[in-house]
């Protein structure tokens, strides 16, 4: 099974609202752009009925080298996760 590609999503996209590809790609990246901005601002970005864009901070930790098995110091850093809303989860599963 084929997995849905950019353009074909942008297509997509520009049918259901009845515009041009290049107005729907245009939308899109503004909308990308909206969902960065938030999350880099106020800390998550919601997009109802699917889930929310969420940064979070990871604390230090001690990991382990695979190749040597010696213990090293892994620094605190800051992720972005998506949790899936209930509502998606039931609609999918």
Do not use: C, H
């Amino acid at each position: 099974m084929a997995k849905l590609t950019k353009s074909q999503f942008l297509n997509g996209l520009a049918e259901m609202m009845n515009i041009s590809k290049k107005d729907a790609s245009e939308q899109w990246d503004k909308f990308v752009e909206l969902a960065y901005r938030e999350v880099r601002q106020n800390g998550e970005f919601p997009l109802p009925g699917i889930g929310k864009m969420v940064k979070n901070q990871r604390a230090a930790r001690t990991g382990r080298n695979p190749l040597t098995g010696e213990t090293i110091q892994i620094p605190a850093k800051t992720v972005v996760k998506f949790r899936v809303a209930k509502q998606a989860k039931d609609a999918v599963l």
